[in-house]
């Protein structure tokens, strides 16, 4: 993965419909994971629902990120090195730690206000930190060997408004983002340049997250709803509507790995989830999460066999197919994001200015 040097990129003015070559990378993505879905065996040695319903706390954090403004808002584990680890503060720093030597490694900085959400891109040649921000852009940090730290590469001021969503595309080529602005947008990690701008929709978004597939993105709404859109078109596939009249932010939603369902919020209080089967395009199942969870998160592992649910009244995991079986939960500490970790046998949490970590 090439990284060309550092700028500020606008969005240019013919973005506006996708480019060939990056239709080439989601078809070529597309036809290669789902020629394999079929034959996908699980990892040796992967977590089974014994694991964790025995998941015990295995490390508590603190003291992230300044304690004043205090918050870790976003993590995301290291697939290359699994005990580092990524958060984003309400200090506006993009921080970079080792659980096993418990030592800030990179502690990074560049945005003007909070920073929403940060994703690792790693790949055998390159490791990319990308990172969003209520100032309105998204940035890239590429590792730098020579001064062994996180150097940045892009800064992204594609979107009017706060990005509240981001995604990283299975080809690792690719990243998306979403704006209260009310469009989306799609950038070339190769080349680190603005490929695509969408139309203005009807309502703000905010949450955007990839198909295990790569050719469907789901955005998230601020009026209940969830837009599937085809990347090649850049057009929406499918709008998934809630029933009733409630209205509420769709601010967190996943894909399931074996790409049949997807799990979003269901109601207003945030005491639901809702699971959709995506070929009947109707949400099918329910968990219930008791009054007063208030629901921040939701993220499958890659098994498909979890759910992981993160709120205001901690974190539960759930066996997302008809039994709807709940099958591990901590009470009682806010919970802004979580996370699965290696063979899906931790999970690992932002609670205030700690991150904990559950395991086996």
Known sequence: ??????????????????????????????????????????????????????????????????SSPAGINTIDVSSKSPS?????????VVQVYDADSQKVLHTIKGHTKKVNHVLWCEDDASSLILSSSVDKTARVWGYDEPSSTYAPRQTFKTHKGEVTGIGIHPSKKLAALASVDKTFSVHDLTTLQTVFHSAVFD?????????????????????????????????????????????????TLAFSENGWQMAAPGSAEGDIVSL????????????????????????????AQFLGVGGAAGARIFLPNKTKEEVWRHDGDTIADLTFGQLGKGLWAASGREVKVWGV
Request: hydrophobic share 40%; glycine share 8%; no cysteine.
């Open 1 to 66: 993965m090439g990284l060309a040097p550092a700028e500020d990129v606008e969005m240019a003015e013919d973005a506006n419909a996708m480019p060939d070559d990056t239709k080439a990378i989601i078809e070529e993505t597309l036809a290669a994971l789902s020629a394999g879905r079929k034959k996908r065996k699980m990892v040796h040695g992967y977590a089974t629902i014994d694991d964790v319903r025995g998941f015990a706390p295995k490390q508590s954090i603190p003291s992230l990120h300044a």
């Open 84 to 92: 580092v680890f990524v958060t984003g503060g309400n200090d506006k």
């Open 203 to 251: 309502s703000p978004f905010h949450s955007l997250t990839f198909h295990p597939d790569g050719h469907f993105i789901g955005v998230g709404t601020a009026n209940s709803s969830v837009f599937i859109i085809d990347l090649r078109s850049g057009e929406p596939a499918a709008e998934l509507k809630h029933a009733g009249d409630a209205v509420f932010s769709v601010h």
């Open 276 to 303: 959709w089967d995506l070929k009947k395009q109707k949400a099918t199942l329910q968990l219930d999460l008791g009054e007063g969870f208030k629901l921040h998160k939701v993220t499958y592992d890659y098994s």
